[in-house]
């Protein structure tokens, strides 16, 4: 992965510029912790990236199948009751495939739902470098 994204805050509380190439968005926090809420939090927009990735790569493996997969609608949560220690996020979600699917199709389409590469870096170490710039 050679992605990078680039952040800025300035002026209005809270309120984040993110762009990512040639896309541009807002990152923000709700109105009840003193955002603006002009768009995603940070944690949203952390399952997002997982939720995307996830749908992208089971559309990628059933287009490559043949499958008749005609759409991916996925829900995701963190679950801090099911936490197990405080340095654990535990991460919910539900999957739902739309299309005439075999069972055997689906359970194969659910594997195939931890293989996305987000899926990969959230279950895996991660070192965070930083440096003043």
């Known amino acids: 992965m050679d ?5 800025s ?3 209005i509380p809270y309120q984040v510029s993110v762009s990512a ?4 968005w ?3 926090e ?15 927009l ?6 995307s990735c996830t749908a992208i790569t089971l559309t990628m493996y059933a287009q490559r199948k043949k499958w008749p997969l005609e759409g991916v609608e996925i829900d995701l949560r963190f679950n801090s009751a099911a936490k197990p220690d405080p340095k654990t996020t535990v991460i919910d979600y539900d999957i739902r495939f739309i299309g005439n699917l ?4 689906r359970a194969r389409l659910m594997e195939i739902s931890h293989s996305c590469p987000i899926h990969k870096v959230l279950t895996n170490p991660v070192i965070i470098n930083a440096k003043e710039d």
């Open 26 to 28: 807002l990152a923000d």
């Open 21 to 24: 190439r040639d896309h541009r």
């Open 102 to 105: 075999t069972d055997e199709q």
């Open 30 to 44: 709700p109105t009840d912790i003193s955002g603006g809420d002009t768009g995603p939090n940070p944690g949203e």
């Open 46 to 51: 952390l399952l997002s990236s997982l939720g």
């Open 9 to 11: 805050i300035s002026g």
């Open 3 to 7: 992605e990078e994204v680039k952040v």
